[in-house]
């Protein structure tokens, strides 16, 4: 659309990036997680490819237990790969570690992925995004059968709260205090 001056009138595209979270223990699994196979692809690999198909090229791995193992098989990944020393501290100490790494960017946004949901589409990758783009919301959650899951985009509004959140109670701290903040994107996929 054209405004009166001759001009587009459309926003120009946000500027997100995606924080994989792969720093965790995966005790019950006994072997990172991030090392599991679906189909022929690690669970990180799918997921880092499903990011790029979505559009999403700057792209921060998060590791910390077996940081080296999977290091090890990160050679095919041409983003940055980071290492959470304080891990044991919970899922939020590996998004302050993420956003550390972007601060650099000029960010409207970050995804955050966990690597323990594999089955995330570039489809509902898409969604997301552009739920944040047109909603104008700080939040953007998918839920499933009336149930909130991942990933979830927060915009750079919140990225201070997300770093002085407690620690024991992560980013849900941050999406209590925005309720009227959040956009929720119903989602008919189930990964």
Same mark, same amino acid.
């Given at each position: 659309?054209?405004?009166?001056?001759?001009?587009?009138?459309?926003?120009?595209?946000?500027?997100?990036?995606?924080?994989?979270?792969?720093?965790? *223990?995966?005790?019950?699994?006994?072997?990172?997680?991030?090392?599991?196979?679906?189909?022929?692809?690690?669970?990180?690999?799918? &997921?880092?490819?499903?990011?790029?198909?979505?559009?999403?090229?700057?792209?921060?791995?998060?590791?910390?237990?077996?940081?080296?193992?999977?290091?090890?098989?990160?050679?095919?990944?041409?983003?940055?790969?980071?290492?959470? *020393?304080?891990?044991?501290?919970?899922?939020?100490?590996?998004? &302050?570690?993420?956003?550390? *790494?972007?601060?650099?960017?000029?960010?409207?946004?970050?995804? &955050?992925?966990?690597?323990?949901?594999?089955?995330?589409?570039? =489809?509902?990758?898409?969604?997301?995004?552009?739920?944040?783009?047109?909603?104008?919301?700080?939040?953007?959650?998918?839920?499933?059968?009336?149930?909130?899951?991942?990933? =979830?985009?927060?915009?750079?509004?919140?990225?201070?709260?997300?770093?002085?959140?407690?620690?024991?109670?992560?980013?849900?701290?941050?999406?209590?205090?925005?309720?009227?903040? &959040?956009?929720?994107? =119903?989602?008919?996929?189930?990964?």
């Amino acid at each position: 659309r054209q405004g009166s001056d001759g001009v587009d009138n459309v926003a120009p595209p946000m500027v997100v990036a995606a924080i994989v979270l792969a720093a965790g *223990a995966s005790l019950r699994m006994g072997r990172p997680k991030a090392l599991l196979k679906i189909g022929e692809e690690t669970f990180v690999q799918h &997921i880092v490819g499903q990011l790029h198909c979505a559009g999403l090229l700057d792209v921060v791995i998060v590791l910390g237990a077996d940081a080296e193992e999977i290091r090890n098989s990160l050679s095919w990944f041409e983003g940055i790969v980071v290492v959470n *020393a304080g891990w044991k501290e919970g899922q939020l100490s590996s998004v &302050i570690v993420g956003l550390n *790494a972007l601060s650099h960017r000029r960010l409207d946004g970050v995804l &955050i992925c966990p690597v323990d949901r594999p089955l995330v589409t570039h =489809t509902l990758i898409n969604d997301l995004l552009r739920a944040f783009q047109e909603s104008g919301k700080s939040i953007v959650v998918p839920v499933f059968q009336g149930q909130r899951g991942h990933p =979830t985009v927060f915009s750079s509004d919140v990225f201070d709260e997300l770093r002085v959140a407690p620690l024991n109670v992560g980013a849900r701290h941050v999406v209590r205090n925005h309720p009227n903040d &959040i956009q929720e994107l =119903t989602t008919s996929e189930e990964g």
